[in-house]
């Protein structure tokens, strides 16, 4: 397990993905599981995708990238598009993209 994330670890480093930080200062010690998934997904070809779900929990890698990815919204819009559907298996990506959107945007502004 901890040979995968080494590899996912330093595959984001080879792509640039932490170019506003020291190289070495970057470690699986101070990147959180979400942090991790989040920038896979984002940075990462399939192959290394695939890595996440022999990691984690499908619904871990769903939330993170509900939480981290999807609010994101047209900045990364194709690419959560071909998420929802690949991976989770969203019958109507458009309308699903959305509604996360939305229910987003509604608990950044909901006041307790």
Request: hydrophobic fraction near 40%; aromatic fraction near 16%.
């Amino acid at each position: 397990m901890a040979s995968i994330k080494h590899k996912l670890l330093d595959s984001l480093k080879k792509e640039h993905a932490f170019w506003s930080y020291e190289q070495e200062s970057v470690t699986l010690s101070n990147i959180d599981d979400s942090q991790l998934i989040a920038m896979t997904m984002r940075h990462l070809d399939l192959p290394e995708i695939e890595l996440l779900f022999n990691l984690y929990s499908f619904k871990k890698i769903k939330s993170a990238w509900q939480k981290q990815l999807v609010p994101e919204g047209d900045y990364l819009y194709t690419l959560n598009r071909f998420f929802a559907w690949y991976y989770f298996k969203a019958k109507y990506p458009d309308r699903y993209l959305k509604a996360l959107q939305t229910r987003h945007f509604n608990r950044m502004f909901d006041t307790p």
